[in-house]
T-cell receptor, first 113, second 111 residues
Framework: ETGVTQSPTHLIKTRGQQVTLRCSSQ?????VSWYQQALGQGPQFIFQ???????GRGNFPPRFSGLQFPNYSSELNVNALELDDSALYLC????????????FGPGTRLTVL | AQSVSQHNHHVILSEAASLELGCNYS??????LFWYVQYPGQHLQLLLK??????LVKGIKGFEAEFIKSKFSFNLRKPSVQWSDTAEYFC?????????FGTGTRLLVSP
C-alpha cells in the first residue's frame, strides 16, 4: 500500500462520452502525476499538477485535462472518448521536483466501447 | 528526449532459474534509473533505483541491477526466481518532472 488511492476501480464508457477519474495523494505529497498504461505498454506520462496548476504535459491532446484541489487530490478528465483511450490510468504522488520518489495508486481501468 | 528499451517482452522460467531482464536507455544528462514491478492486480511498486555511486544496486525481494554507463544499460537480475515473481517488470528513467518507462517484460515463473 502506498497511501495513494484512485476511484473508480473500473469504468466502462462508450465512444464520445466524457469521464472523470479521481486520485487522492499520499499524505504530505503536493504533486500528482497521471500516466496512461495501454495494454502491453509501459505507463506514459499525461501531465502533472502542482499548486493546482498543470506543471508539465506529455504528448496527449487537449481533451485530456485535469484539476488539482487544495488538499492536493486530483482529477483526470477525458472528453470525447475514443476506443484507443481504453487503458489503465495511474496516478502517482510525490513532492515537487522529486519524480524519483513517486508513489503509484492502484489505477483505474477504463474501457471504451 | 529520454527513451527506454526493454528487449524481452515475454520471459518464461522455471522456479530456481536465474533471471536477467535487459534495459537500455537513451538520455544525455545525469540519469536516475529504476525498475518497477506490477504484480497481477496490484499497483506499480519500486524494486530498486540507481542515482549514483556503486553501479551494482540491490533492491527488494533479492533483485539487483547493474548500471553500465558505457553500454547505456541497467539490467535486472535475480539468481533464483520463485513462482511469486510472476509479474510485469518495467525499467524507467527520470525525465523532467516525470518518469519515462519501457514497454515492460512479462515474466511467468512456472512451479
Amino acid at each position: 500500500e502506498t497511501g495513494v488511492t484512485q476511484s473508480p476501480t473500473h469504468l466502462i464508457k462508450t465512444r464520445g462520452q466524457q469521464v472523470t477519474l479521481r486520485c487522492s495523494s499520499q499524505s504530505g505529497h503536493n504533486t500528482v502525476s497521471w500516466y496512461q498504461q495501454a495494454l502491453g505498454q509501459g505507463p506514459q506520462f499525461i501531465f502533472q499538477y502542482y499548486r493546482e496548476e498543470e506543471n508539465g504535459r506529455g504528448n496527449f491532446p487537449p481533451r485530456f485535462s485535469g484539476l488539482q484541489f487544495p488538499n492536493y487530490s486530483s482529477e483526470l478528465n477525458v472528453n470525447a472518448l475514443e476506443l484507443d483511450d481504453s487503458a489503465l490510468y495511474l496516478c502517482a504522488s510525490s513532492l515537487q521536483g522529486r519524480p524519483d520518489e513517486q508513489f503509484f495508486g492502484p489505477g483505474t481501468r477504463l474501457t471504451v466501447l | 528526449a529520454q527513451s527506454v528499451s526493454q528487449h524481452n517482452h515475454h520471459v518464461i522460467l522455471s522456479e530456481a532459474a536465474s533471471l536477467e531482464l535487459g534495459c537500455n536507455y537513451s538520455y544525455g544528462g545525469t540519469v536516475n534509473l529504476f525498475w518497477y514491478v506490477q504484480y497481477p492486480g496490484q499497483h506499480l511498486q519500486l524494486l530498486l533505483k540507481y542515482f549514483s555511486g556503486d553501479p551494482l544496486v540491490k533492491g527488494i525481494k533479492g533483485f539487483e541491477a547493474e548500471f553500465i554507463k558505457s553500454k547505456f544499460s541497467f539490467n535486472l537480475r535475480k539468481p533464483s526466481v520463485q513462482w511469486s515473481d510472476t509479474a510485469e517488470y518495467f525499467c524507467a528513467v527520470t525525465g523532467f518532472q516525470k518518469l519515462v518507462f519501457g514497454t515492460g517484460t512479462r515474466l511467468l515463473v512456472s512451479p
